[in-house]
């Protein structure tokens, strides 16, 4: 079975990179003061870092800026008690490209920026981060991930999405 993921991931990766040769946006440093329009994405498969992103972006909100939320929802089956836009796995193909109207709008939306809120790696919210129209897209640090970031924050070695929402917001006022 974890051949077969290796596989997968490696076919995302080729395909994606394929796509990549052929979209283009101009991409440039936005700071939070200057910034109108926000997007989020995250895994909305548990319901912490839910919680987490919610508060977020009513903190977001609070400064007024328009915020917008995409969630991946990790299972087949629809949630039945999310208030957000989301996608699950019945929206993600054999290599993990997410489709679907809620995906193609976020891709199409001209974010001034885009953040990249989760931790572990997440194929399916890469795909809509590397070929998002945003146009400043901050995200964890991974060194093999920069096709999906322009800017990235290393937490070295911590795991939580509470502290790395504090570091982006404490960057992004900085820029």
Do not use: C
């Not at 208030?83 to 199409?108: M, Q, S, T």
């Amino acid at each position: 079975m974890e051949l077969l993921n290796q596989f997968k991931r490696w076919m995302h990766l080729y395909f994606l990179k394929k796509e990549m040769k052929f979209h283009h946006v101009n991409r440039k440093v936005m700071n939070l003061y200057d910034a109108k329009e926000i997007g989020i994405l995250f895994d909305a498969s548990d319901t912490d870092r839910r919680t987490v992103i919610t508060s977020f972006v009513e903190s977001l909100r609070k400064d007024r800026k328009k915020a917008s939320m995409l969630g991946f929802y990790n299972f087949p089956k629809p949630a039945i008690n999310l208030n957000f836009p989301y996608f699950n796995r019945k929206n993600i193909n054999w290599h993990y490209e997410p489709h679907g109207a809620l995906v193609e709008e976020f891709i199409a939306k001209k974010f001034d920026i885009l953040i990249n809120a989760y931790i572990d790696e997440n194929l399916p919210l890469e795909y809509v981060s590397a070929m998002s129209q945003a146009t400043f897209r901050i995200g964890h640090y991974d060194e093999g991930k920069t096709y999906a970031y322009d800017f990235m924050v290393d937490m070295k070695g911590q795991r939580d999405l509470n502290k790395l929402m504090e570091q982006f917001r404490y960057y992004l006022e900085m820029v």
